[in-house]
């Protein structure tokens, strides 16, 4: 592992390969249950967690750490989305890979509504939802243009939990990468919510994902690249990366 030094992050690590990225950001979200039994966290979904959640699961089945008193949030959903319909739901991926593997109980689990008749009142609802349960860690990816969340480029820092337009860049990356036919539009939380966290995990791996984050480590701290955000509370951020977006990000 080799620590990337940064003027307002406070931890960078690379990793040699992804399983060992996985691991370490694992070891993020258990070591925060391990200091509270009860944290809130918030968990994001997409490729780059695959890992991670399956690293989590194999710890906590090989040693004692509960979740069952945690709660669990998460960062967006598609809408409309039915989790027991559609398979891009991102409901239904927490529900598989993070809520049963950890046996998360029902009640403590704050899903967004996508099948809401009214998705800027569910915004609302969920903003509450988080207002009433601080976050102790805020687990992110990046995506295209920066995006948190669904917080895509020009979406103000001071945003919370909304109902948006995905960017064209993240349609066409759902629609090549994802090959799913997902809706164009989502319920978010805003970048806001994220920096409330105590704590931020962010976790990259590969060459797009290195340019999307040389763009925020490097470039203008700027509602147009929404994960530049994270440098203005970068003492509570740390992100967990593989060698080769590193390696992007020092060729840079
Ligand atoms: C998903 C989310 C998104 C993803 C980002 C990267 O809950 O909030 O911001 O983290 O789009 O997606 P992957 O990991 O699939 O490349």
């Not at 977006?245 to 060729?251: N, T």
């Amino acid at each position: 592992m080799r620590i990337l030094t940064h003027p307002e992050i406070a931890r960078i690590e690379s990793w040699e390969s992804i399983n060992l990225m996985a691991v370490a950001a694992a070891n993020v979200i258990l070591e925060s249950v391990r200091e509270n039994p009860e944290a809130m966290i918030t968990y994001a979904t997409g490729n780059t967690m695959v890992p991670v959640y399956e690293a989590t699961e194999t710890i906590v089945n090989e040693t004692d750490i509960p979740f069952q008193r945690t709660r669990a949030a998460h960062l967006d959903e598609y809408w409309p989305a039915n989790p027991d319909l559609d398979e891009f739901s991102f409901v239904r991926y927490l529900r598989d890979r993070v809520f049963k593997p950890l046996k998360i109980p029902l009640g403590q689990r704050f899903e967004i509504d996508g099948t809401a008749a009214d998705p800027s009142e569910e915004a609302l609802r969920y903003d509450e939802v988080l207002s009433r349960n601080p976050v102790a860690l805020a687990i992110l990816g990046i995506g295209p243009g920066g995006h948190i969340g669904f917080n895509e480029r020009g979406t103000p820092f001071n945003s919370r939990t909304h109902f948006t337009r995905l960017s064209e860049e993240t349609i066409r990356r759902d629609h090549d990468e994802r090959r799913l036919s997902t809706p164009k539009t989502a319920i978010t939380q805003g970048t806001a919510n994220v920096l409330e966290a105590d704590r931020i995990l962010m976790v990259a791996f590969g060459s797009e994902k290195g340019g999307y984050l040389f763009e925020a480590l490097y470039g203008l701290i700027s509602s147009e690249c929404p994960a530049s955000a994270l440098r203005t509370a970068g003492k509570k951020v740390t992100i967990i990366i593989d060698e080769t977006a590193a390696g992007v990000l020092g060729a840079k």
